[in-house]
């Protein structure tokens, strides 16, 4: 038999900084991704997808949690893409607004994903720890996440981690941490050869269908 000797290879996406990078590009019509595929796309011939890990949270709209779903579920019909939720909190904050001649304080509630960095982190470092790959991809600009980036380097120095920065995003923390950094602005092939159907029947006779919003 035949032994598979390529340089394993674990894919970690913040969903939702991946997101942001997508929509400031105005690259809708991307949403629509096939991750797995994707993140094959960005190999050299001597390395292997193992899996891909996706962070992310639900959204709390319900139109918007509706499109997320259809995108979670199509992903998610390939056992090589793993889906790790956080969760969204609503938060308050008070601000100074103009209200006719005067100022006031006006209570404003927003909502907050959480989670997300640390448990990106504990995966990441868990992987390492457990030989379960030899290269680390993260599809990530957020600073935060430079930590684990030591904690790594620190156990294992000779592991290589590769950080992918969204469209029109950057961190100069994970940039002097990385082995090397990749701006997926200039990959837009690698994104257009990784779309999904836009139609995808599942097993039991439902169609998973791309939004047209997404369109």
């Avoid at 600009?141 to 290589?160: F, N, R, T, Y």
């Avoid at 990385?178 to 200039?186: D, E």
């Avoid at 836009?198 to 169609?207: A, E, F, H, L, V």
Wanted: charged content about 35%; proline content about 3%; glycine content about 4%.
């Amino acid at each position: 038999m035949e032994v598979d000797n390529r340089i394993r290879v674990i894919a970690y996406f913040d969903g939702f900084n991946f997101y942001e990078g997508l929509r400031s590009e105005k690259w809708r019509h991307y949403y629509w991704l096939d991750i797995y595929k994707f993140s094959s796309q960005l190999l050299r011939k001597y390395q292997k997808l193992e899996t891909v890990k996706y962070f992310s949270a639900v959204q709390y709209d319900r139109d918007k949690a509706e499109r997320q779903d259809l995108f979670f579920q199509a992903n998610l019909l390939n056992p090589k893409f793993e889906l790790i939720l956080g969760d969204f909190r609503k938060r308050h904050r008070w601000k100074r607004v103009k209200i006719g001649e005067k100022k006031e304080s006006v209570k404003i509630t927003y909502w907050e994903e959480k989670k997300t960095d640390v448990s990106i982190a504990c995966h990441m470092i868990r992987d390492v720890i457990l030989n379960k790959c030899d290269i680390s991809f993260l599809f990530c600009a957020d600073g935060d996440l430079s930590p684990p980036i030591e904690v790594i380097k620190e156990i294992k120095p000779q592991h290589k981690i590769i950080a992918f920065f969204p469209p029109n995003t950057f961190s100069y923390d994970i940039k002097g941490k990385a082995n090397k950094v990749i701006l997926l602005k200039g990959r837009e092939k690698s994104f257009k050869n990784s779309l999904l159907e836009n139609k995808i029947k599942i097993s039991d006779g439902y169609t998973l269908e791309c939004p047209d919003k997404w369109k």
